[in-house]
């Protein structure tokens, strides 16, 4: 199982980062964890094919899933979509009639994504099989209706997408290889609404999971990465990596059949 790092920023990401995207290659399943801004041309400098199967999108805020529209233009410049769609979009509940409303605010067709990609609306409570590829979910907590995913192959990875503290979604990842947390914070969120981590917030979720390692990631401008990677180290003992655009990293398995 491999993982790129396609985009390790927050709505406003520091320059030259992109917003949330992630792509994950195993037993011959491309799949884009997220579509944030500027994962369309992220995307394509590794696959310009676009050879890629599926698209899974954690929650509607636009950090997460809005380039997709650009993506949707890579299948075809034509307003009318295309007969043969191979490439299937997997989105939240509800996430269709978000999709439909936004095209029609950005005066685009309604169906003008569902015209080209296989709309697929997941159900949380349910296994997605993707080829060899199980994939299972657990709700958020966040803003708006929000899932992390895990998804088990040759190893195993959890994406929180964006979470505060959700036990959830630390049994979610029960001894992952590899626990993939935004660590958006700088301080704790203290009021009625919460719906990211501190660097420990999302170390401590990883401990509590017993995950075998961590990648942090989903930062703003201005936060000091050796700052953040400190925090979480003096956490999770485990082995730590920041993430950044690009990086590339083997998610290995530990388990002893």
Not at 83 to 109: C, N, V, Y
Not at 229 to 239: M, Q
Request: glycine share 8%.
């Amino acid at each position: 199982m491999r993982l790129t790092v396609l985009g390790s920023g927050a709505a406003c990401p520091p320059p030259g980062v992109n917003s949330s995207g992630y792509l994950l290659e195993d037993d011959g399943q491309t799949l884009l964890l997220d579509c944030g801004h500027g994962i369309a041309s992220a995307v394509l400098g590794v696959r310009p094919e676009f050879d890629i199967d599926h698209i899974l999108i954690t929650h509607m805020h636009a950090d997460h899933f809005i380039d997709v529209i650009p993506l949707r233009f890579r299948v075809t410049r034509e307003m009318g979509g295309v007969r043969d769609r191979q490439i299937q979009l997997h989105l939240p509940p509800g996430g269709t009639d978000a999709l439909h409303q936004i095209m029609r605010a950005i005066s685009f067709p309604e169906d003008f994504c569902a015209n080209t990609f296989l709309l697929r609306e997941y159900d949380p409570k349910a296994v997605l099989q993707l080829g060899s590829l199980q994939v299972r979910f657990a709700p958020a907590e966040h803003y708006v209706p929000a899932w992390s995913i895990r998804v088990d192959g040759s190893g195993s990875l959890v994406y929180t997408g964006d979470t505060a503290p959700k036990d959830e979604v630390t049994e979610l990842a029960r001894d992952c290889d590899l626990f993939v947390a935004e660590g958006t914070l700088a301080e704790p969120e203290t009021g009625p609404v919460r719906g990211h981590l501190t660097p420990e917030q999302a170390a401590a979720m990883a401990c509590g999971a017993n995950a075998q390692e961590m990648l942090l990631t989903h930062f703003w401008y201005g936060t000091d990465l050796k700052e953040a990677e400190r925090r979480a180290a003096s956490v999770f003992p485990g082995p730590l990596t920041i993430a950044s655009d690009g990086l590339c990293c083997e998610v290995k398995s530990r388990r002893i059949d």
